[in-house]
Nanobody, 121 residues
Framework: QVQLVESGGGLVQPGESLKLRCAAT???????????MSWYRQYPGKHREWIAE??????????NYAVSVKGRFTVSRDNAEDATYLYMETLNPDDTAVYYC?????????WGQGTQVTVSS
């Protein structure tokens, strides 16, 4: 069964950085498909909130960010690896959450299982 797998979460101190990775275990989309690779996070007892996205469209690096993370988080992709990354800088305790990746294309919508990020001294 094809799925998305996140990695890279963990415990860091305030001000530190962390890089998350999301990759598919198999071929989710066809070689010519255009899809959006998004990152969300979820606080305990809250809905998941969108925080960043990038497409796999060639020759473009268009990205979008939520206000809460713009300037601190950077989303990127590696088409050769069929993976997306979320680099998080200057982390603070408010960034503590479970982080999920989501890939969406025509007729397809996949979520990863989530990875815990904890920012604490």
């Amino acid at each position: 069964q094809v799925q998305l797998v996140e990695s890279g979460g963990g415990l860091v101190q305030p001000g530190e950085s962390l890089k998350l990775r999301c990759a598919a275990t198999g071929n989710i989309f066809g070689a010519a498909d255009i899809y959006v690779m998004s990152w969300y996070r979820q606080y305990p007892g809250k809905h998941r909130e969108w925080i960043a996205e990038i497409t796999n469209a060639p020759n473009t690096n268009t990205t979008n960010y939520a206000v809460s993370v713009k300037g601190r988080f950077t989303v990127s992709r590696d088409n050769a690896e069929d993976a997306t990354y979320l680099y998080m800088e200057t982390l603070n305790p408010d960034d503590t959450a479970v982080y999920y990746c989501r890939w969406t294309g025509v007729g397809k919508d996949y979520w990863g299982q989530g990875t815990q990020v904890t920012v604490s001294s």
